[in-house]
């Protein structure tokens, strides 16, 4: 069945860097948009970014612009987000999801989604 297991989160200083994996199985990334998505205590679950396999354009939250990078290795089936000049208003539960077809930052339309990696930032 398809699965997706986040690895990389971890306690970082405020200005430092973290790099996310998400390794995917049980089915090929060409047809999915897959996304990063994060949720801190008491918060929403909000988009980050994602990429849509069949255009592969990407988009970003205004709120990480400039400072994450989502990246694929489609013949791995992983999905990579750099995570930059982090601030403690980052600290969250990340994790990856998937949807067949186009989506956008709306975590609703994500029907597949991982177990969660923790990134604190945190001097």
């Known amino acids: 069945q398809l699965q997706l297991v986040e690895s990389g989160g971890g306690l970082v200083q405020p200005g430092g860097s973290l790099k996310l994996s998400c390794a995917a199985s049980?089915?090929?990334?060409?047809?999915?948009?897959m996304g990063w998505f994060r949720q801190a205590p008491g918060k929403e679950r909000e988009g980050v970014s994602c990429i849509s396999s069949s255009t592969g354009s990407i988009n970003y939250a205004d709120s990480v612009w400039g400072r994450f990078t989502l990246s694929v290795d489609n013949a791995k089936k992983m999905v990579y987000l750099q995570m930059n000049s982090l601030k403690p208003e980052d600290t969250a539960i990340y994790y990856c999801?998937?949807?067949?077809?186009?989506?956008?930052?709306?975590?609703?339309?994500?029907?597949?989604w991982g177990q969660g990696t923790q990134v604190t930032v945190s001097s």
């Open positions: 999801a998937a949807v067949r077809g186009r989506a956008g930052l709306e975590y609703s339309l994500y029907a597949y």
């Open positions: 049980g089915f090929t990334l060409d047809y999915y948009t």
